[in-house]
């Protein structure tokens, strides 16, 4: 096997460097009964910008035509309405749109009463009426409508979870975990930086602290080396990423279209992570491409529970001592996979 070699991207470097990467072959693996066969997917990397290592996941889209909106875009379009419910723990989100909409763990909505990140995946079908969602709070304190935003409804969705931490704390549903984590991002944060990240506005809220000049700033750079890299290969499906070395997590989609348009709501959540945990001007190893590709493989492993979604989804969640898989199955088609997302605990 070929050895791995490193690529130090910066943004105005030409990408087709990373045409002559090292790529490793990695087998996905089939559910339980044969269903859902996957293709073989192969990883490339590692790309380096400021401490973060990227790794791309390469595979044949196995959604066929199905055209799938993000959250995002969703509510941006008007498609889906995301009502408050007066639940810290659940909204109702409902599709009043002809296509499929799609809201990934993590995403982060904005408004109502408190900022909320959603806790599961789900794909709402076209006019789907309106649907429970489990949440979790990531503001503290308000009780009411901010900034002239309605207070019964989230207007956008343009953040995603920031730290692994949160990630686990969200799948394990502990708000407590939620909150402490939502104010350890900060404080890293402001280390990094060094100065304030919180709003005048809500101190407490995930969201703003998002929304801050300077960590808007500080993540431009990473957003302009690798936002590109997508377009330059069509057969994207997911990416890996690590930290100063340390691998981190990944996300692995059956659609490639639906990747491509999370793409970068998802690289601003990786970047962010970076720019938090990075220790500025130190050199480090980006982990080997067969570590990746054991981390993507090895999620066969480990402690195997699954729960469901609702009527339409339901989620196989893999765990060991090191990482936590969670896959989203669609049980109208046949259990098929949607997305697959790695944490390294």
Known sequence: MASCRTVRIRPLISLTLGLALTTVFLWAQAPPGGRNAAPALRVSGPYVYAGFDLYLVHGSDASGDRKIVPLADALEQGKIVVRETSNVSQLTVENTSSEEVYIQAGDIVKGGKQDRVLATDLVLKPRSGPVPIASHCVEQGRWRSRDGEASDRFAS?????????????????????????????????????????????????????????????????????????????????????????????????????????????????????????????????????????????????????????????????????????????????????????????
């Open 157 to 345: 969705s343009k953040q995603a979870l920031n730290s692994n931490a949160l990630k686990i704390a969200n799948h394990r549903g502990s708000q407590a975990e939620v909150w402490r984590n939502v104010q350890a991002a900060q404080e890293s944060l402001a280390r990094k930086l060094r100065t304030n990240v919180r709003s005048s506005i809500s101190a407490s809220s995930l969201q703003l602290t998002l929304e801050n000049e300077h960590v808007r700033a500080g993540v431009e750079g990473y957003v302009k080396a690798f936002s590109p890299l997508v377009q330059a290969h069509n057969d994207v499906v997911g990416y890996a990423f690590a930290v100063d070395g340390r691998l981190k997590s990944a996300d692995v989609y059956a659609s490639r279209a639906l990747f491509v348009k999370l793409w970068p709501k998802m690289l601003r959540a990786a970047a962010t992570e970076a720019l938090a945990e990075r220790t500025p001007a130190t050199a480090h190893t980006p982990p080997a491409i067969e570590s990746v590709r054991s981390f993507l493989s090895d999620a066969r492993q480990g402690r195997v529970t699954e729960k469901s979604l609702g009527a339409e989804q339901n989620a196989v969640v893999r765990e060991t001592d090191e990482d936590l898989i969670v896959e989203t199955r669609d049980v109208r088609r046949d259990g098929r996979w949607i997305h697959r997302n790695y944490i390294r605990k």
